[in-house]
């Protein structure tokens, strides 16, 4: 079915369901070149991990990534980029229950009706476990971002209704909430294991800083960024609202005090005074902070005993067994610093065909991938001159034909007049090529 696909130039599809074999992603329209370094990946993919403290879920899983395809020597072919995640620590038998009953707030009756069919093994498609793939995929486009300067932060900015008072970026990975303001933290910790120990869970909100955004990203009209933002984080599991900058803060506010002035600043470049915009005016980022807020509900799957139904429409009662989170926040973090880098990279490759980086570091990292490519090129012409030469060996064959060779270099050289190239320095090139075919032959002849 479709709706597993997102973004435009730069696609990531994920699959795998939360008990099957695996999850996973495949990413498509990725540049040749382009460095990806795995540890970067898995660092991303240990924040989303679950069993990493008593306020989230103790399922044990490693979340190793494997990258299957689309890599070649650390960096990038520019074909599609496959990386799986392994299930492990799967325990379909403590979902029995919901083979038969649907979980209040959960997919189960809505996946089943529209599909006829679902795999109820802890939520199947629709469980938190599929934002692996998504962290996997977003931790490439974050670290590309970062390559560029652009910085992605998320937090926890309130749980259980107690908000940070503060923020501090550092004290983010300090806590188990990651929650800038430590003493929020705290009370936070205590008020979801309150929740915990009376078989229910909490809500809270997640804020996402895009530091050092470049101007001019998002495709009015229907594509605005703020658009396209929301779509990307309206797509994880429990998220229920959005808001960009002051959001709905804005309504309460006369033009006067809501309207950003504009000035210019000591280096020649336009800003805002204020940032209630949050970075994003008329559907294109501004180059200011671009800020954003999304609302988590409580984790649906508690303890507590609710009214259900079965699947055959008997009314029933659900207490949910199985390991959750109680509350989804700290996990949601990694979650929607990557679809906010998959949106901004997305938007990125697009802008860049509008307007090409001509910077002159953008245009040696192109020559450097194409001196890459001529490479690969050469090893592959290497593989195919030693299968004819084993071909010329079983058939007796002579390994040097000078006729064919004086008729091959004389067509190539045509082809390099019209292509504008040098032809003294192509005909050096095309000998030194056809020599190297030879020795190699040689060596096995
Ligand atoms: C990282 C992450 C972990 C989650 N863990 C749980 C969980 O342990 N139990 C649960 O009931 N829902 C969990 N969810 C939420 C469900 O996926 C979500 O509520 C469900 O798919 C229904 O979708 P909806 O809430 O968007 O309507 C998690 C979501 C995320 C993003």
């Known amino acids: 079915m479709a709706g597993n696909t997102f973004g435009e130039q730069f696609r990531i599809t994920t699959f795998g369901e939360s008990h099957g074999r695996a999850v996973g992603v495949v990413m498509d329209g990725v540049r040749p070149g382009l460095p990806i370094d795995t540890s970067v990946i898995q660092k991303e993919l240990d924040r989303r991990r679950p069993g990493q403290s008593h306020v989230?879920?103790?399922?044990?899983?490693?979340d190793t990534v494997e990258i299957v395809s689309g890599v070649f020597e650390g960096k990038t072919t520019g074909t599609p980029v496959c990386m799986i995640i392994w299930n492990k620590d799967q325990r379909p038998g403590a979902y029995d229950k919901m083979k038969t009953l649907f979980r209040p707030g959960h997919a189960g009756y809505t996946y089943l009706t529209k599909y006829g069919?679902?795999?109820?093994?802890?939520?199947?498609?629709s469980s938190g476990r599929e934002t692996a793939s998504r962290v996997a995929a977003g931790a490439v486009a974050k670290s590309l971002l970062e390559q560029r300067g652009v910085q992605i932060i998320a937090y926890t900015l309130e749980a259980a209704g107690i908000r940070a008072k503060t923020i501090d970026y550092n004290a983010i990975e300090t806590n188990p909430l990651r929650c800038p303001d430590?003493?929020?933290?705290?009370?936070?910790?205590?008020?979801?294991?309150?929740?915990?120990?009376q078989g229910d869970s909490v809500g809270g909100i997640v804020e996402v800083v895009v530091k050092n955004p470049p101007v001019g990203l998002g495709d009015p009209v229907f594509d605005k960024l703020?658009?396209?933002?929301?779509?990307?984080?309206?797509?994880?599991?429990?998220?229920?609202?959005?808001?960009?900058?002051?959001?709905?803060g804005a309504t309460k506010l006369r033009g006067s005090e809501n309207n950003d002035p504009i000035f210019r600043d000591q280096s020649g470049r336009v800003?805002?005074?204020?940032?209630?915009?949050?970075?994003?005016s008329g559907?294109?980022?501004?180059?200011?902070?671009?800020?954003?807020?999304?609302?988590?509900?409580p984790t649906s799957s508690i303890?507590?005993?609710?009214?259900?139904?079965?699947?055959?429409?008997?009314?029933?009662?659900?207490?949910?067994?199985?390991?959750?989170?109680?509350?989804?926040?700290?996990?949601?973090v990694p979650v929607a610093e990557s679809m906010v880098a998959l949106t901004l990279f997305d938007h990125l490759t697009r802008q860049e065909l509008l307007h090409p980086d001509d910077s002159l570091a953008a245009l040696r990292s192109s020559i450097d991938t194409i001196d890459q490519n001529i490479l690969f090129l050469l090893a592959e012409r290497q593989r195919i001159v030693l299968e004819v030469g084993q071909v010329k060996k079983r058939e007796g064959k002579q390994i040097e034909d000078l006729r064919r060779e004086s008729a091959i270099l004389r067509r190539q050289l045509r082809l390099a007049k019209k292509l504008g190239l040098d032809m003294k320095l192509m005909e050096r090139f095309l000998s030194v090529i056809f020599s190297l075919a030879k020795s190699v032959q040689k060596k096995i002849a």
């Open 56 to 62: 989230t879920t103790a399922r044990n899983e490693t």
């Open 117 to 125: 069919i679902s795999d109820y093994r802890g939520g199947g498609r």
């Open 182 to 197: 430590p003493t929020a933290a705290a009370k936070m910790e205590e008020m979801i294991l309150d929740a915990k120990a």
């Open 226 to 248: 703020e658009a396209d933002l929301a779509k990307a984080l309206m797509s994880i599991g429990a998220v229920r609202g959005f808001e960009v900058g002051n959001g709905f």
């Open 271 to 280: 800003r805002t005074r204020t940032n209630n915009a949050g970075g994003i």
């Open 283 to 297: 559907g294109i980022s501004n180059g200011e902070d671009i800020v954003l807020r999304i609302a988590v509900k």
């Open 303 to 332: 303890a507590k005993e609710q009214e259900t139904v079965t699947v055959d429409g008997e009314q029933a009662t659900i207490k949910i067994e199985g390991r959750h989170d109680p509350c989804i926040c700290p996990r949601v």
